[in-house]
Every structure is written in structure tokens, then in C-alpha cells.
């Protein structure tokens, strides 16, 4: 298993920027694919980015496509989401989440999850 904790939430205005991150315990992080979901209050949540094991490959949702970057650093167990040009429908809490099976979009595809981390946006 791998044991996940997002940081880097807050309060920011809209057009402004911030950077999540998601660390993760052991040398067995870089046998996952990542991914990023929110759920903003009374939805669903949504898939908002996806990076491979290698950190060579990503997707992203159509909403943050541009805005959004999704990295990883294998050396510091660690996966990232940058977030610019942020907007009110960005407000929601993040969560980090682990794929022991392929890159997907898809929830049931990941196994292990964060506690989330909030992020809002004001006008």
C-alpha cells in the first residue's frame, strides 16, 4: 500500500495561482500511476489530471486543460498539480489518488486516496 497526504490548499483570487502536492510514503510510489479528483460541494467528484509512473505521460480534464500541470518527482515520492488562471468553479477540496493499474480517469481505477486538501477561489 501507499499512504498519501495533499498539501498546498487555500485561499486564492480568481486568475490567481496555486501548487498542490501530494506526498507519498516509500520507494513503492513510483509504481503507481497518479491522479488528481475534486469534489466541489453538492457534485459528484470529478477527474481533474493523470500522470504516468515514468511522469512522461498525462491527461487532463477538458476544464483545466491549459491551466493545469501535473508532474511528479520519483527522488521525493512526490506528485504535484500546479494550478493557474485559477476560476470560481475550480473551488473545491483535491484529493491525490493511486492506481496500481493503468493511467485512468476513471475513480474505481484508484485504491488508494489522500484526505484532501481545499482549495477556494474568490472573486
Known amino acids: 500500500q501507499v499512504q498519501l497526504v495533499e498539501s498546498g490548499g487555500g485561499l486564492v483570487q480568481a486568475g490567481g495561482s496555486l501548487r498542490l502536492s501530494c506526498a507519498a510514503s516509500?520507494?513503492?510510489?513510483?509504481?503507481?500511476?497518479m491522479g488528481w479528483f475534486r469534489q466541489a460541494p453538492g457534485k459528484e467528484r470529478e477527474f481533474v489530471a493523470a500522470?504516468?509512473?515514468?511522469?512522461?505521460?498525462?491527461d487532463y480534464a477538458d476544464s483545466v486543460k491549459g491551466r493545469f500541470t501535473v508532474s511528479r518527482d520519483a527522488a521525493k515520492n512526490t506528485v504535484y498539480l500546479q494550478m493557474n488562471s485559477l476560476k470560481l468553479e475550480d473551488t473545491a477540496v483535491y484529493y491525490c489518488?493511486?492506481?496500481?493499474?493503468?493511467?485512468?480517469?476513471?475513480?474505481?481505477?484508484?485504491?488508494?486516496w489522500g484526505q484532501g486538501t481545499q482549495v477556494t477561489v474568490s472573486s
Open positions: 489518488a493511486a492506481s496500481p493499474g493503468p493511467m485512468s480517469n476513471s475513480y474505481s481505477n484508484y485504491h488508494y
Open positions: 516509500g520507494r513503492t510510489f513510483s509504481w503507481y500511476n
Open positions: 500522470v504516468s509512473r515514468s511522469g512522461g505521460g498525462t
